[in-house]
């Protein structure tokens, strides 16, 4: 069983920075992709990044130039650096593993006007 503990919310103003960690720890055969998603109250939860394990990586145009996702594969671990935070970046940001498609419990983040 496949557990991912995530770290890292909180509360911030705008302009502000936050950055998101997510640790999978369990039985973990193969993880392709691991990502970053949100869901703001109200919304569908929407993908904010991704990284595959060969580096690759992707982005939701509403965060591009602002976040930036790694990976550290030898410690099954993912981060979301998150700079110039918006209020409309309020969310639960949820980590997600493929293929195995595992969630997160999520983490809140607020940005404050």
């Known amino acids: 069983q496949v557990q991912l503990v995530e770290s890292g919310g909180g509360l911030v103003q705008a302009g502000g920075s936050l950055r998101l960690s997510c640790a999978a720890s369990?039985?973990?055969?193969?993880?392709?992709?691991m990502g970053w998603y949100r869901q703001a109250p109200g919304k569908q939860r929407e993908l904010v990044a991704t990284?595959?394990?060969?580096?690759?990586?992707n982005y939701a145009d509403s965060v591009k130039g602002r976040f930036t996702i790694s990976r550290d594969n030898a410690k099954n671990t993912v981060y979301l650096q998150m700079n110039s935070l918006k209020p409309e970046d309020t969310a639960v940001y949820y980590c997600?593993?493929?293929?195995?498609?595992?969630w997160g419990q999520g983490t809140q983040v607020t940005v404050s006007s």
């Open positions: 369990g039985i973990i055969f193969s993880i392709d992709i």
């Open positions: 990284a595959t394990s060969d580096g690759g990586t």
């Open positions: 997600h593993l493929s293929p195995i498609d595992a």
